[in-house]
Nanobody, 123 residues
Framework: QVQLVESGGGLVQAGGSLRLSCAASGPTFGNYLMGWFRQAPGKEREFVAAISRSGESTVYADFVKGRFTISRDNAKNTVYLQMNSLKPDDTAVYYC????????????????WGQGTQVTVSS
């Protein structure tokens, strides 16, 4: 069982930055691929970024490439999402998730989810 707790969300002006953190419980954090998803009101949950168990491989949604960076610290059981050049369209609840699988873009293949953290970008 893995419990995930996100933090770092908030209100920021367009062009600003935020760093989200996701702290995981349990000794097996390094066994999981980690992902970030987001969900805006009235929209489906969508993939943002994922990182491999070792942290050597990452993958991003096209709409965040060059602006967001995912990273992890297995010693601290934490995954991060650095978000730069934020846009109003980035406004959403951001969720981290852990997967034992190998396909990082599909929400249904993630085994554990955090409760989410709100990110609001004002224009």
């Amino acid at each position: 069982q893995v419990q995930l707790v996100e933090s770092g969300g908030g209100l920021v002006q367009a062009g600003g930055s935020l760093r989200l953190s996701c702290a995981a419980s349990g000794p097996t954090f390094g066994n999981y691929l980690m992902g970030w998803f987001r969900q805006a009101p009235g929209k489906e949950r969508e993939f943002v970024a994922a990182i491999s168990r070792s942290g050597e491989s990452t993958v991003y949604a096209d709409f965040v490439k060059g602006r967001f960076t995912i990273s992890r610290d297995n010693a601290k059981n934490t995954v991060y999402l650095q978000m730069n050049s934020l846009k109003p369209d980035d406004t959403a609840v951001y969720y981290c998730a852990a997967s034992r699988g190998v396909l990082p873009r599909t929400p249904s293949l993630y085994d554990y989810w955090g409760q989410g953290t709100q990110v609001t970008v004002s224009s």
